[in-house]
C-alpha cells in the first residue's frame, strides 16, 4: 500500500486513548487521495503506527505538508520534532461485516468474535467502529456461545499469569451502585486469612469511581506482570490496574467506549469480568450482585438471570463462582467518588467508630464466603474469622504492607470546594437515587479529579428537619462545583422524604 510523507506537528490537542491526525483541506494528499473528514487513515513512524480519524483544517493550524497530531497518536508513534509520518488507506477490516450482521440480528460465531477482537487489539478499530461493536451487542444481546467466545477472545488476546496448583481467590462487583468499594477490604482480609489474591480491577465504566481509580489514591496500581507477581508472592494479595499488566487488555478499551456511552450490556459485562479473573489465573471467584430500583440490576429475576449466566460461563472455564445477590436499594458508605471512597475504606480497616456500617458488614460477608467456599473457614464460620480478622487490626496491618510493596501508600486528596445540599422539608427519607447521585458526582469532576465526589450523609428511613444536611458535593475547582450544582437545582429530589 502506497504511503505519502508529511512533516509531522505536535499540536497539543488532549484526546485520550484515542488516534487524530489534522490535515490540511488543500494538503495533496488528501486531494490525491481523497482522504475525507472523519476517514480512518494509518498514520506511522517506522515500524509503530496507529489508526487515526482524520480532522480537516481550513485555517493556518498545520500547514498543507503537515500532519498534525493529538497528543496520544504522538506518544503512541514515539515522535519527536522534525520527525515525518507516513500516511495511507486504512485496509479495509473484513471484521465489520460481522457487527452488521449482529445489528440485523445475526449471531457472532467464535471465529468473528476473535477477528473482532484481535482488530480491537491491534489498534485497528476507530472510536465509530467500537461504538458499533459496543451498542450491537448490547441492542441485540448475546446469547450463552457468544459470551463464551467473546469472553475466550478477550483472554487470548493479551498475557496470562499461572500460579500452579496453588487455590487463587478473587472477589468482583458489577458496578453500578456508589460507594460499595468493598474490594480492598475483602482483599486485606483474605490475604491476612492466609489466602491468595490478585486482584485486578478496572477504572470506572459509568461510575464516578471504580476500583481501580480509588486505590489509586492509596497506592501505585498500575503495576507490570512481575511486580505484580512480586507483590503476590511476598503479600498474599495486591489491588492492582488490570489493563497494565495486558491481561485482558481489549477489556479496557471497551470500557472507555462503554464510559461515554453510558452503556453496559449483559454480555459483554459477563465476558468482562470473567476474561481479565481467568487471565489473572483466579479459581475461586465471589460475584456481588446488588439490587435496587436505581441499581445497574433493578430485580431479583434479572439477577438471578445474570448469577446463571456466570455461574455457567465460568464454569466452563474451571472458575468456581458463588454469586451473592445484595441490597442494592442505597448507596453503600458514604463517599462517592475516588477520595472518599478511599476514606470509608480507610475508616473501615483502622476500626475507626465512625466508619461506615453497611460498608463494613457487606465487606464482611463477602470476605466470610470466600473463606467459607475455599475450605479455610467451615461453612458458617466464615464470617466471625473475618471480623475478627478486621477487629484484631491484622486486615488493617495486611492492607498498609500490600500499599507499601506496590511502591508506597499515598494519603487521599481533599478538594478544595464544596457545598452542602439541606432538605428541602422535614420527613423521613423515602428513596435515594443512586444513578443521580452518580451523575452529581461524575459532574463534580470524578473519577478524573481524584478529590471530587459526593458524601451522603442521610440512610433510608432517617428523620430530617428542614435545612439539614442531606449529601455536600466536592470538586477541585469552582467551575467544576458549579457545574456539578446546576445538575443539583434542576433535581432537587434526589434524596426524596415522605412528611411526617
Not at 71 to 94: F, I, K, M
Not at 342 to 355: E, F, H, N, P, S
Request: glycine share 10%.
Amino acid at each position: 500500500m502506497v504511503g505519502y510523507h508529511l512533516k509531522a506537528r505536535r499540536l497539543g490537542i488532549e484526546t485520550p486513548n484515542e488516534a487524530h491526525i489534522f490535515m490540511h483541506k488543500d494538503c495533496h494528499v488528501c486531494r490525491a487521495e481523497g482522504f475525507a473528514a472523519r476517514t480512518s487513515i494509518v498514520v506511522a513512524n517506522g515500524p509503530k503506527s496507529v489508526i487515526a480519524t482524520l480532522y480537516h483544517v481550513t485555517g493556518k493550524l498545520v500547514g498543507q505538508s503537515e500532519a498534525g497530531l493529538s497528543e496520544w497518536a504522538w506518544n503512541e508513534l514515539g515522535l519527536t520534532e522534525g520527525n515525518e509520518v507516513t500516511v495511507s488507506h486504512a485496509p479495509p477490516l473484513e471484521s465489520l461485516s460481522q457487527i452488521r450482521g449482529k445489528v440485523r440480528g445475526r449471531k457472532l460465531d467464535a471465529l468473528s468474535l476473535r477477528q473482532i477482537i484481535a482488530d480491537i487489539a491491534g489498534g485497528r478499530y476507530s472510536g465509530i467502529h467500537l461504538s458499533a461493536f459496543v451498542t450491537a451487542c448490547a441492542a441485540r444481546g448475546l446469547d450463552y456461545e457468544e459470551i463464551h467466545g467473546l469472553t475466550r477472545a478477550m483472554i487470548d488476546a493479551g498475557e496470562h499469569i499461572s500460579w500452579g496448583s496453588r487455590t487463587v481467590v478473587d472477589k468482583h462487583s458489577i458496578g453500578g451502585l456508589p460507594g460499595n468499594r468493598t474490594t480492598p477490604i475483602v482483599v486485606a482480609i483474605a490475604a491476612a486469612c492466609g489466602l491468595m489474591i490478585p486482584k485486578t480491577s478496572s477504572r470506572a465504566i459509568t461510575s464516578p469511581a471504580g476500583t481501580a481509580d480509588t486505590m489509586e489514591t492509596m497506592a501505585p496500581v498500575e503495576l507490570d506482570l512481575d511486580t505484580m507477581r512480586r507483590v503476590v508472592e511476598n503479600e498474599g494479595g495486591c489491588i492492582a490496574w488490570g489493563a497494565a499488566m495486558g491481561l485482558s487488555p481489549t477489556d479496557d478499551i471497551l470500557i472507555r467506549v462503554e464510559r461515554v456511552l453510558d452503556l453496559d450490556g449483559e454480555g459483554q459485562l459477563v465476558a468482562s469480568i470473567l476474561s481479565k479473573k481467568v487471565a489473572a489465573g483466579a479459581t475461586h471467584l465471589v460475584l456481588d450482585v446488588p439490587v435496587g430500583p436505581t441499581a445497574k440490576v433493578r430485580s431479583y429475576e434479572s439477577a438471578q438471570l445474570l448469577a446463571q449466566s456466570v455461574l455457567d460461563i465460568g464454569r466452563s472455564f474451571g472458575l468456581q463462582t458463588k454469586v451473592v445477590i445484595s441490597d442494592g436499594s442505597q448507596p453503600i458508605g458514604r463517599g462517592i467518588g475516588p477520595a472518599l471512597e478511599a476514606q470509608d475504606v480507610l475508616a473501615v480497616l483502622r476500626g475507626d467508630t465512625m466508619a461506615p456500617a453497611d460498608l463494613k458488614d457487606h465487606s464482611l460477608a463477602l470476605s466470610a464466603t470466600l473463606l467459607e467456599m475455599t475450605g479455610t473457614a467451615d461453612e458458617g464460620h466464615g464470617l466471625p474469622m473475618a471480623a475478627a480478622c478486621l477487629s484484631s487490626g491484622r486486615a488493617w496491618t495486611k492492607f498498609q504492607r500490600i500499599c507499601e510493596a506496590q511502591g508506597g501508600m499515598r494519603t487521599p486528596p481533599a478538594a478544595a470546594h464544596r457545598r452542602v445540599i439541606g432538605a428541602r422539608q422535614s420527613g423521613l427519607v423515602e428513596r435515594i437515587d443512586s444513578r443521580r447521585l452518580s451523575r452529581v458526582a461524575k459532574l463534580a469532576g470524578a473519577p478524573d479529579a481524584k478529590a471530587a465526589g459526593v458524601e451522603l450523609h442521610v440512610r433510608l428511613g432517617s428523620p430530617m428537619s428542614r435545612g439539614e444536611p442531606a449529601y455536600t458535593v466536592f470538586a477541585e475547582t469552582p467551575g467544576e462545583l458549579d457545574y456539578a450544582m446546576t445538575y443539583v437545582e434542576a433535581n432537587p429530589d434526589i434524596v426524596g422524604l415522605t412528611l411526617t
